[in-house]
């Protein structure tokens, strides 16, 4: 299942909707950049700050920023203060930007450009020359490696050519397959260090830096799964955390709503659980022992492992059905002759087992499936409200220098 904006487009709960009126209290470590030495780093900040609510923030000529490291926090603080997204667009491809990376893909090599179609993490990073040419010896290409973000290769260049006296350099062109990260503890996030190597080279040298990437990184999945929902009507059974419940069963509602949900398909993996089946009661009634043994593989067959399937919600009710119908099929040409007095019973037995089995596996998948929809939701919201921060630094320095562009991968 893809997560592009294209098919994600949601209006939001409004802000009457949101029962919420009191401000999350913000304790997220907060950081002040370190830029010296040709690095990037950071130092504590416990000082109060007039406004304590944001992710990137410039102060005369100091950058700070807060981690949002903790994905249980930051999944309720997103919900509470910020999913009023009145204002929340997804970042869409720019028609240029995107045109810009596809001519860059074509520059790569056959590795890369396979990695890139199977949409598996690497970054590059390519510069184009004040005479709009791109400079091909430049253009590098970094997978991951242990320790490392695909990314850290890349500022140390940028750093090098900040440091040069001059640049014959207009724009720096960022690729990273998943976006680079607005989180990462122990470290300064990389689309904060981007951010800061970017304001940097286009004060020094006038350039400007465009990211693109095909997925947002980072996930709050995991955070979610304290949040559990069954199937496709989204309620909560407990009363604990009532209001962030309340605020998640409103979004969750939106994507079903929106989102067209019954239309979409979703996969359901096997989890090779089976339920007990008693069949054997009803062995001691069949004298014939190819029969039991047919009727052993018959419901065997019922329930074997099945390989990926994808459908859409109704599709896989009307698949279960479909697999029930071959079942009673097989099993009424085995008994029918002999043993009809036992073969309803067989039947209606298993159809209760059959069918609640089936019913909770769809269950299961749906609902995983809109975790996963939430939490890709979550995450573009927050690049979403990185990305406006951004804009209003740069509209008080009065440069635009910085821009995110979602790439289709042609
Ligand atoms: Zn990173």
Excluded at 45 to 54: C, G, I, L, V
Excluded at 116 to 128: D, G, H, M, P, S
Excluded at 200 to 226: D, R, V
Aim: charged fraction near 30%.
């Amino acid at each position: 299942m893809s997560s592009s904006p294209e098919e994600s487009h949601l209006t939001p709960p409004s802000s009457e909707q949101i029962s919420l009126t009191h401000k999350e209290k913000s304790d997220f470590p907060k950081y002040k950049i370190i830029t010296s030495d040709g690095s990037i780093s950071k130092i504590k900040w416990d000082e109060k700050m007039d406004d304590e609510d944001f992710i990137i923030k410039k102060i005369g000529s100091d950058i700070f920023y807060r981690d949002l490291c903790n994905r249980e926090k930051s999944l309720i603080y997103l919900c509470k203060n910020k999913l009023d997204m009145k204002n929340f667009k997804y970042i869409y491809p720019k028609k240029s930007h995107n045109e810009t990376f596809n001519i860059l893909f074509n520059y790569l090599d056959k590795t890369a450009k396979d990695s890139i179609k199977a949409k598996k993490q690497l970054a590059f990073v390519a510069f184009r020359k004040k005479d709009g040419s791109f400079d091909k010896s430049r253009i590098k290409v970094h997978y991951l490696s242990k320790g490392e973000h695909t990314e850290d290769k890349i500022f140390e260049l940028l750093l090098e050519i900040y440091y040069e006296s001059n640049s014959d350099y207009s724009e720096i062109y960022i690729y990273s397959t998943n976006s680079p990260c607005l989180t990462r503890c122990n470290h300064v996030p990389c689309m904060i260090v981007a951010f800061v190597i970017a304001n940097m080279l286009n004060e020094k040298h006038g350039i400007n830096t465009i990211i693109g990437y095909h997925k947002a990184f980072g996930s709050h999945e995991k955070a979610l799964s304290s949040y559990p929902i069954k199937d496709d009507d989204p309620k909560y059974d407990d009363n604990n955390d009532s209001e962030v419940k309340e605020l998640l069963i409103l979004i969750y509602k939106q994507i079903i709503q929106k989102q067209k949900y019954k239309n979409q398909t979703f996969s359901m993996e096997d989890t090779g659980h089976r339920p007990k089946r008693k069949l054997k009661q009803f062995y001691s009634k069949i004298s014939n022992s190819e029969t039991i043994k047919h009727l052993n593989d018959i419901e065997q067959d019922l329930f074997k492992k099945h390989p990926k399937l994808s459908y859409t919600f109704d599709g896989f009710h009307e698949h279960g059905l479909e697999m029930f119908n071959n079942f009673t099929t097989k099993i009424s040409k085995l008994l029918i002759d002999d043993y009809e007095n036992i073969y309803e019973e067989i039947c209606s037995y298993l159809e209760e087992v059959f069918f609640l089995w089936w019913a909770k596996k769809v269950e299961d998948a749906s609902s995983k499936f809109l975790k996963k929809r939430l939490a890709s939701i979550i995450l573009n919201y927050s690049l979403h409200l990185f990305l406006m921060e951004i804009r209003e630094i740069e509209n008080k320095l009065g440069r635009n220098f910085f821009e995110i562009s979602y790439v289709v991968i042609k």
